[in-house]
C-alpha cells in the first residue's frame, strides 16, 4: 500500500511539474557513452575470495518522466558461495535518468544484506531543485545525482585535458542528505582482465569518510579511455577488509572498448 500511496503521489508531482517546466529550461549534456540495452557484469572478491556479482543493465524500454524521454537502469548485486551463507546480500538499485539532462527523476533502493532492509523510493524535481522520498522533501542542489545516475552522468564526462589532482565536482543524494561524489583524476594506467588487458583512466572519488570507508580516499576506479567509460576495475578498503570489483563480461557497448591486448 505504501508503494502504491507513493506512485500516486510521485504522478501528482510530475503534474505540478508540468506547471512550472516553462519557468526554467534544464540542461543537455551529450552522451555518447552508453545506449540502451548495454549490460555489463563483475565480480566481486573479498581478499582472495569469490564474494558475489554485480550487473548494471540500461533496460531498452523507453521511459517518460515530466513529459521527458528517460533511461531506466537497473543494479542488482547478490553474494556467492560461502557468503551466500553466512551473510547473504540482495540489492536492487533503479534509476530513471532524463535522457537529455541526465540527471534522476526516480530512485528506488531495495536492500537486503544480512537481514538489514532497506526500501526507498525518491522522487527528484528538477525545475524546484527538490527531492521527496517517504519521510522527508530536502532541497537538493542543481543536478543533483542519485548513487546509480551519478555513474551514468560520470560516463559523460570529458577527461581528454585533465591533469593529475583535477577534480569533476557531483553532487549526491543518499537517505535524505545531500553527500558529495567528486572525481579526483589521478592518471592512466593499463588493467589487465579476463576480458583482456584495457588502457584505462584512474579515478578517485572523494567519499563521506565514516559511514562505510574508514577514509576520504579508499575508493580507486580505473574506467576504461575510451568513448564508453565503462569501470575495468574498483578497489576500496571498507571498515572491515578490502573489496576488489572486476569487469567479468559486457554487452551491447555503444563503442569500441579501448583493449590493448586480448
Same mark, same amino acid.
Not at 7 to 18: G, V
Not at 229 to 245: A, D, F, H, Y
Given at each position: 500500500?505504501?508503494?502504491?500511496?507513493?506512485?500516486?503521489?510521485?504522478?501528482?508531482?510530475?503534474?505540478?511539474?508540468?506547471?512550472?517546466?516553462?519557468?526554467?529550461?534544464?540542461?543537455?549534456?551529450?552522451?555518447?557513452?552508453?545506449?540502451?540495452?548495454?549490460?555489463?557484469?563483475?565480480?566481486?572478491?573479498?581478499?582472495?575470495?569469490?564474494?558475489?556479482?554485480?550487473?548494471?543493465?540500461?533496460?531498452?524500454?523507453? &521511459?517518460? @518522466?515530466?513529459?521527458?524521454?528517460?533511461?531506466?537502469?537497473?543494479?542488482?548485486?547478490?553474494?556467492?558461495?560461502?557468503?551466500?551463507?553466512? @551473510?547473504?546480500?540482495?540489492?536492487?538499485?533503479?534509476?530513471?535518468?532524463?535522457?537529455?539532462?541526465?540527471?534522476?527523476?526516480? @530512485?528506488?533502493?531495495?536492500?537486503?544484506?544480512?537481514?538489514?532492509?532497506?526500501?526507498?523510493?525518491?522522487?527528484?524535481?528538477?525545475?524546484?531543485?527538490?527531492?521527496?522520498?517517504?519521510?522527508?522533501?530536502?532541497?537538493?542542489?542543481?543536478?543533483?545525482?542519485?548513487?546509480?545516475?551519478? @555513474?551514468?552522468?560520470?560516463?559523460?564526462?570529458?577527461?581528454?585535458?585533465?591533469?593529475?589532482?583535477?577534480?569533476?565536482?557531483?553532487?549526491?543524494?543518499?537517505?535524505?542528505?545531500?553527500?558529495?561524489?567528486?572525481?579526483?583524476?589521478?592518471?592512466?594506467?593499463?588493467?589487465?582482465?579476463?576480458?583482456?588487458?584495457? &588502457?584505462?583512466?584512474?579515478?578517485?572519488?572523494?567519499?563521506?569518510?565514516?559511514?562505510?570507508?574508514?577514509?576520504?580516499?579508499?575508493?580507486?576506479?580505473?574506467?576504461?579511455?575510451?568513448?564508453?567509460?565503462?569501470?575495468?576495475?574498483?578497489?576500496?578498503?571498507?571498515?572491515?577488509?578490502?573489496?576488489?570489483?572486476?569487469?567479468?563480461?559486457?554487452?551491447?557497448?555503444?563503442?569500441?572498448?579501448?583493449?590493448?591486448?586480448?
Amino acid at each position: 500500500m505504501k508503494i502504491k500511496t507513493f506512485f500516486f503521489t510521485f504522478i501528482i508531482l510530475l503534474s505540478s511539474t508540468a506547471v512550472v517546466a516553462g519557468q526554467k529550461t534544464l540542461r543537455t549534456v551529450k552522451n555518447g557513452a552508453f545506449n540502451r540495452g548495454e549490460v555489463l557484469t563483475f565480480r566481486i572478491h573479498y581478499g582472495f575470495l569469490d564474494a558475489g556479482e554485480a550487473i548494471l543493465e540500461v533496460k531498452k524500454d523507453v &521511459r517518460t @518522466f515530466a513529459g521527458r524521454d528517460c533511461y531506466h537502469v537497473v543494479g542488482t548485486g547478490r553474494t556467492l558461495g560461502a557468503f551466500d551463507w553466512f @551473510f547473504k546480500v540482495r540489492d536492487t538499485y533503479e534509476s530513471v535518468i532524463d535522457q537529455q539532462g541526465m540527471m534522476p527523476w526516480l @530512485f528506488i533502493r531495495r536492500v537486503n544484506e544480512g537481514g538489514y532492509k532497506i526500501n526507498q523510493n525518491v522522487s527528484f524535481n528538477h525545475y524546484k531543485d527538490s527531492a521527496t522520498s517517504e519521510k522527508a522533501t530536502i532541497a537538493i542542489p542543481e543536478y543533483t545525482q542519485d548513487l546509480v545516475s551519478a @555513474f551514468y552522468y560520470a560516463r559523460t564526462l570529458d577527461f581528454t585535458n585533465a591533469k593529475e589532482g583535477d577534480q569533476f565536482e557531483i553532487n549526491g543524494y543518499l537517505d535524505d542528505a545531500i553527500i558529495p561524489l567528486n572525481l579526483k583524476f589521478l592518471g592512466r594506467e593499463e588493467v589487465k582482465t579476463k576480458k583482456g588487458t584495457f &588502457r584505462c583512466i584512474k579515478l578517485r572519488p572523494m567519499l563521506q569518510e565514516g559511514r562505510v570507508f574508514k577514509e576520504q580516499e579508499d575508493m580507486t576506479i580505473w574506467v576504461s579511455d575510451d568513448k564508453n567509460r565503462i569501470p575495468i576495475r574498483v578497489q576500496t578498503n571498507i571498515l572491515i577488509g578490502s573489496i576488489k570489483m572486476d569487469l567479468t563480461d559486457y554487452e551491447n557497448l555503444a563503442n569500441l572498448p579501448a583493449i590493448v591486448r586480448d
